[in-house]
């Protein structure tokens, strides 16, 4: 089974901390706990509904089994949680920004860390600054936030 390393994604959603943060910080710092991943990098220190996932990295890294269901389990919430995240961002800071000026979201999908944002008009360079900007600031650093507009070559 593959490590989970290779699915870079956001783990604490309360906090904004990526798996590729934490999977350095446990190599780096020879991390065992989760509070331990707490102190290092503030994973886990919000809700804790990322504990599992943490789990999951510490054990990945140690090259202790992990079961398939709890990879999968922990995959769902993982993609639930942040997937509502960003929505959250998206609907309440981002949308109404954007209809100020005109321009409306036509679709926003979320893949890992990637969040592409597909607008009903080109966007210039201050709409795709704002946009990464916000979610950077309210979701999480290491995102990669593709703005375009809807006539843009994929």
């Known amino acids: 089974m593959p490590s989970s390393e290779d699915r870079p994604r956001l ?5 904004g901390v990526a798996s590729p943060r934490i999977f350095e910080a446990v190599r780096a710092d020879g991390l065992r706990s ?19 996932e943490i789990e999951e990295i510490l ?3 140690a090259g202790l089994p992990v079961d398939s269901a709890i ?5 769902l919430v993982n993609e639930a949680e942040t997937r509502a995240r960003i929505d959250g961002t998206v609907d309440h800071r981002v949308r109404p920004a ?4 005109g321009v409306e979201i036509v679709t926003c999908t979320v ?21 990464a ?3 950077h600031r309210l979701v999480c650093r290491d995102l990669d936030v593709v703005v375009e507009g809807e006539g843009a070559p994929r």
Do not use: M, Q, W, Y
């Not at 989760?34 to 599992?52: F, I, M, S």
């Open 11 to 15: 783990v604490c959603r309360c906090l």
């Open 34 to 52: 989760v509070d331990e991943v707490t102190k290092a990098v503030r994973a886990g220190g919000g809700c804790g509904t990322c504990h599992p």
């Open 59 to 61: 054990a990945d890294v």
């Open 71 to 75: 990879r999968l389990e922990n995959r």
């Open 98 to 101: 954007l209809r100020a000026r």
């Open 111 to 131: 893949s890992g860390l990637r969040v592409r944002v597909e607008l009903s008009a080109d966007p210039d360079a201050t709409i795709r600054d704002f946009i």
């Open 133 to 135: 900007a916000e979610l």
